[in-house]
C-alpha cells in the first residue's frame, strides 16, 4: 500500500526527489512495463499494480501496451532520464512528474524496432541504462523519419563514457 508521507516526514523529501512509475498488468488487456533501468524504490499497491522510482540522472524506458478484443490499439516506447526536482520535464502518463525524453516512439512495429535497438546495445555487453543518451535520441530520429537506427558501437560508448568523465 502507498504510505502517506507528511511535510515533516524526511522520507517525504526523498519522495519528492523521485521519479515513481506506475506499472500496470492486465494479462493481453493493459501491460505497462520497465523494459530497461535502476529501480531506486518500489511499492506495490495491488496484485495488479505497482509503483517503482528512479533517482535523478537515472535511464530507463518504460513500455505501455493496450489491446481488446481485436487486438493491438496502442503501445509506446518512452526512454527518459529522471529529472533532479524542480527542473523543467516533460509529462508521460504514469510517470510522476515527469522526465527529459530522451526517445518517444508509438505503433507496435516501430516499438519492436526500438527494442531490438535496445536488444543489440544488451548483446554488446553495454548495459542500456549506461548507454549515451544522445544514441537514444538518434534511434528517436531514424525510426521517425523510417529509417534504421544506426548501430551502437563500443567506439561510441567508450567516447561518451569519456565526454561523461570529462563533464563535457
Known amino acids: 500500500m502507498l504510505s502517506v508521507l507528511t511535510p515533516d516526514d524526511p522520507s517525504a523529501a526523498v519522495d519528492r526527489a523521485l521519479?515513481?512509475?506506475?506499472?500496470?498488468?492486465?494479462?493481453?488487456?493493459?501491460?505497462r512495463w520497465i523494459r530497461f533501468g535502476q529501480?531506486?524504490?518500489e511499492r506495490v499497491l495491488d496484485r495488479r499494480r505497482r509503483l517503482v522510482a528512479f533517482?535523478?540522472?537515472?535511464?530507463?524506458?518504460?513500455?505501455?501496451?493496450?489491446?481488446?478484443d481485436r487486438g493491438t490499439v496502442g503501445s509506446r516506447?518512452?526512454?527518459m532520464q529522471?529529472?533532479?526536482?524542480?527542473?523543467?520535464?516533460?509529462?508521460?502518463?504514469g510517470v510522476t512528474p515527469g522526465g527529459e525524453l530522451l526517445l518517444r516512439l508509438s505503433g507496435w512495429p516501430t516499438v519492436q524496432?526500438?527494442?531490438?535497438?535496445?536488444d543489440a546495445v544488451e548483446l554488446m555487453g553495454v548495459q542500456p541504462i549506461a548507454a549515451a543518451p544522445d544514441y537514444w535520441r538518434q534511434v528517436h530520429n531514424r525510426l521517425k523519419a523510417?529509417?534504421?537506427?544506426e548501430p551502437y558501437?563500443?567506439?561510441?560508448?567508450?567516447?561518451?563514457?569519456?565526454?561523461?568523465?570529462?563533464?563535457?
Do not use: M
Open 19 to 31: 521519479t515513481w512509475v506506475e506499472l500496470v498488468w492486465y494479462e493481453k488487456r493493459i501491460e
Open 39 to 41: 529501480v531506486r524504490e
Open 55 to 68: 533517482a535523478p540522472g537515472d535511464v530507463f524506458a518504460f513500455v505501455r501496451w493496450q489491446a481488446n
Open 77 to 79: 516506447l518512452d526512454i
Open 82 to 93: 529522471a529529472v533532479d526536482p524542480g527542473r523543467p520535464c516533460s509529462t508521460v502518463t
Open 113 to 118: 524496432k526500438a527494442l531490438a535497438a535496445i
Open 146 to 149: 523510417r529509417a534504421a537506427p
Open 153 to 168: 558501437t563500443l567506439a561510441r560508448h567508450r567516447a561518451w563514457r569519456l565526454r561523461d568523465a570529462v563533464g563535457a
